[in-house]
């Protein structure tokens, strides 16, 4: 494997080079599809069927991939099916954010077989932090059995604005100009990064509701607000890589100050810590809610989950501030669908768990605020990957890029 996935560097071994990329090419098509026959891998790659026997037989010999048996025919032999070996190889999905860290180990099947794995370990401008990942990392490893020398890649999704062609995220480690070299050396593996709400929507587009699909728009309502961008079945990043800072968009007249520095923006009143901090303030000035009884009075312990648990219960001012956030982000659905036109639009996220709550609000402010034959023309609906979607994006998005 070892071999498969390093280049060589003689100008001679060019042969092995473009065969490597082929086996290569072979693993992810198979990774992101499922099981293949070798007409249908010629297909993909564009390799002669006899090329691709060859590689296959290889690509077995190394361990990588086995023989399934016989598919299904349409006239003819029935085609032979090959698919990845369950433990060839491992590839490694990272999530950190403002609040925490969460690690998953992935097989060859893109079966999670460890974790997700939390840890207290939040977002924060120091390159120390991946040194800490990696530790958490190791014990990961030990907890689960499995050695460091199956691991092919690691994929990290990170928050703040990320610039791919360069390497930077400019919000947290402005500093470095290369980070993609600075996390190789710490893991000691191949890392690939992206901003969290695309990796997202790349785990959606294989994986979830957007496979298949050429046009969708994923809005990630967690902590913050992002928005993820497929266009024409290619996921959108803009010149730099930073798109889908819809979250930013001024949309509430006199509304609450953001992070960003504008007053207003569409995060200030949808996230999930815009809700929490509407919860608080408003207990404090004597609102009676059920919420201020789940944290034993202790305000500063709301969060997201507080409020969903109360909502739950019944408690009508917690339903009430979901209602208010669904109208909203029903209102800012309703310009995406002006300006887009998307055939899907996808919610992810702590506050897309709350959907029974916000899913009529939104309903509702897209009918209000959007042209009725254009708004018909998308259909709104609630990711089913779940919190997954993000150590799974990682460790997907990773093995892309490995294996172009």
Known sequence: MERLFKHPVNHS?????????HKKHILRAIYFNGPLSNSELAKQIKLST????????????EGLVEELGRGDSSGGRRPNIYGLVKDGFYVVGITINVTRTIISIFNSNNEEISGPHF???????????FHQVNQKLEEVFKESNISRDKILVAGIELPGLINL???TNLTYFPEV??????????????????????????????????RNKKNVLMLQVDWGMGLGIIVNGKLYTGKSGFSGEFGHVPIVTDGPLCVCGKQGCLETVVSAKAIARQAREAIKNGKSSLIN???????EKIDISTVIQAADSGDQFAISLFSEAGKWLGHGIALLIQVFNPELIILS?????????IQAPIQQAINTYSNRDISNDSQVLFSELGPKAGTMGAAAYALEQISK
């Open 13 to 21: 071994q060019a042969v092995e080079v473009k065969k490597s990329g």
């Open 50 to 61: 006899p090329k691709i026997n060859s590689l296959l037989l290889e690509l077995i010999d």
């Open 119 to 129: 840890f207290p370990i939040s977002m924060q401008s120091d390159i120390e932090i």
């Open 165 to 167: 062609h360069e390497g």
């Open 177 to 210: 100009k290369n980070l993609f070299a600075e996390l190789k050396t710490i893991f000691g593996v191949p890392v690939f990064f992206n901003h969290d709400t695309k990796l997202r929507t790349f785990a959606e587009q294989h994986f979830g509701l957007a």
């Open 293 to 299: 009884k789940l944290v034993d009075n202790d305000l």
């Open 349 to 357: 996220g702590q506050v897309a768990v709350a959907s029974r709550f």
